[in-house]
């Protein structure tokens, strides 16, 4: 029988007075796939709300790679300028070492010309060294020599000026204050010595140091008798004083006689001067009493 229009209303009609019949038909009418195509639509849906929902966490995350890659791009230039600046400043350094080098490879050849000088001056040196020491060997034998014509002058001036004191004691004296003057030789003096010494009034060495005084000259002074014990050297010194004193202490003791101690020289020593003032000794110098 054929499938009117009325037909088709009268199927609306009882669908829509019974909906559970819905089903029903859509599953005789309708094909699997077009069953399926509402749950299709559900999961497609699904599928592009998930698909959407990754879109926008991958676009969240390529703005937070943008980001990166832009602040690595900031990095990148500050790294490149810092590594310009580092090529400059490691070129000027290098500039620096190269210079230095030249320096140092110029001091290094300083240094040679310097050592080499250094070794020349300590060979000079070392020959100048051996000329000063025979030099001090000659000048210190030379002063030996000196020293030795030094003393031999000095005895030869003592003996020669003694010699003078007592060949000239009358007039030297004279001035002085003495009158009568007489110089007792030697060989007189050491008689009578020799005599006391026997006689145990004296020791040895009381007359060896009478024997050794310079001259002893009698005299007289203010009508009084007065003997005079002479030291004589070039430059009277404090050993001169000390050596007159004594030797006066020894005669006034041993002959009861006044005994003046006398210096006589060319020139008195400021210690001397001071000693013989202090022992009252009779200071003659270029034969005149000072």
Do not use: C
Not at 105 to 124: G, I, K, P, S, V
Not at 132 to 161: H, N
């Amino acid at each position: 029988m054929p499938f009117d229009v009325r037909d088709f209303h009268d199927l609306v009609r009882l669908l829509e007075a019974h909906p559970e019949w819905r089903a029903e038909l859509r599953r005789l009418v309708l094909s699997e796939e077009l069953l399926r195509l509402p749950e299709l639509v559900r999961e497609l849906v699904e599928a592009q709300s998930r698909t959407q929902q990754q879109l926008e966490e991958l676009g969240r995350r390529v703005d937070g790679l943008a980001d990166r890659v832009d602040r690595l791009a900031t990095q990148v230039e500050a790294l490149t300028a810092a590594q310009a600046r580092a090529e400059e400043r490691l070129s000027k350094l290098e500039e620096r070492v190269d210079r230095l080098e030249e320096a140092i490879a110029r001091l290094t050849e300083a240094q040679a010309h310097a050592e080499e000088r250094l070794a020349r001056l300590e060979e000079a040196v070392a020959r100048l060294t051996e000329a000063q020491a025979r030099a001090e060997e000659r000048l210190s034998k030379l002063e030996e020599r000196v020293g030795r014509l030094e003393i031999r002058v000095g005895r030869l001036e003592g003996r020669d000026l003694e010699r003078y004191y007592r060949e000239r004691a009358p007039a030297i004296f004279g001035q002085a204050g003495f009158s009568r003057v007489r110089v007792i030789p030697i060989e007189e003096l050491a008689s009578r010595l020799d005599d006391l010494e026997e006689q145990g009034l004296i020791s040895p060495e009381e007359r060896l140091r009478l024997l050794r005084t310079d001259l002893v000259i009698r005299a007289r002074s203010q009508g009084q008798e007065v003997w005079l014990a002479v030291e004589v050297s070039t430059t009277v010194d404090s050993q001169d004083v000390e050596r007159a004193a004594r030797s006066a202490e020894l005669l006034g003791r041993i002959f009861g006689v006044e005994v003046r101690p006398v210096v006589a020289g060319h020139r008195l020593l400021p210690e001397a001067e001071e000693l013989g003032q202090h022992n009252n000794v009779l200071v003659i110098t270029d034969g005149a009493a000072a």
